[in-house]
């Protein structure tokens, strides 16, 4: 089975920095992804990691280690706009490019 | 450049009624298409995907069905809404590359079974 933790709900002071953790359990496993929803919009991709390591895009960076089943999200110089849930997705290898989806962290950013 | 779109944006349904929605991809051709359902506060569950025209894979055992009838259309059907069908649902698409992670989504659709 496909199993994906996160923090429920984190909040943080604008312009701070903040990390959101992921935990998995897959059966398969290609690769991990990061998705920010909007209340009541759709998910947008932000970030995917293949191999371990670190990998920036702006203010959000995201790491993955294997060996640890574990990767984050990390967002720099929160902005009130950052305030949304994000998910991670683990890719599953079935050639379809499905996305298993964690349970989601509600970011409340705070002046 | 690629677009996603699905209808109906919102609807009210009652238990026992069908159900019918719709996805259409522009801009790209053979994608991979995804369902997905989010209930209210919490993640995405993925329901159907399909890799091309009449194929189509489930991921969870329901009440739903989806259908392919051409490239880039989906749709997510039932023939008897329960109450549980209730929530926010999502059609995607991929380019088929495996090991990218992206997938881009439609304006989701929100359905209220009553």
């Known amino acids: 089975g496909q199993s994906l933790e996160q923090p429920s709900e984190v909040t943080a002071v604008e312009g701070a920095i903040v990390q959101i953790n992921c935990t998995y359990q897959?059966?398969?496993?290609?690769?991990l992804s990061w998705y920010q929803q909007h209340d009541g919009g759709a998910p947008t991709f932000l970030s995917y990691n293949g191999l371990d390591g670190l990998e920036e895009t702006g203010r959000f960076s995201s790491f993955l280690s294997r060996s640890d089943s574990y990767g984050y999200l990390l967002l720099q110089e929160l902005q009130m706009k950052d305030s949304a849930s994000y998910f991670c997705a683990a890719a599953n290898p079935t050639g379809a490019n499905n996305l298993f989806f964690g349970t989601g962290t509600r970011l409340t950013v705070i002046p | 450049s690629q677009t996603i779109h699905q209808w109906p944006a919102t609807l009210v349904q009652p238990v026992g009624s069908p159900l019918s929605l719709e996805c259409t991809v522009e801009g790209t051709s053979n994608p991979n298409l995804y369902w997905y359902r989010q209930a209210a506060g919490r993640g995405l569950q993925l329901l159907f995907y399909?890799?091309?025209?009449?194929?189509i894979s489930s991921e969870v055992p329901q009440n739903l069905s989806a259908s392919r009838p051409q490239d880039r259309q989906f749709i997510l059907s039932s023939k008897k809404l329960l109450l549980s069908d209730s929530g926010f649902y999502l059609c995607?698409?991929?380019?088929?590359?495996?090991?990218?992670?992206?997938?881009?989504f439609g304006e989701g659709s929100r359905l209220t079974v009553l």
């Open positions: 995607a698409w991929s380019g088929g590359r495996v090991g990218t992670g992206e997938l881009f």
């Open positions: 399909s890799v091309g025209i009449g194929q």
């Open positions: 897959t059966s398969g496993f290609y690769g």
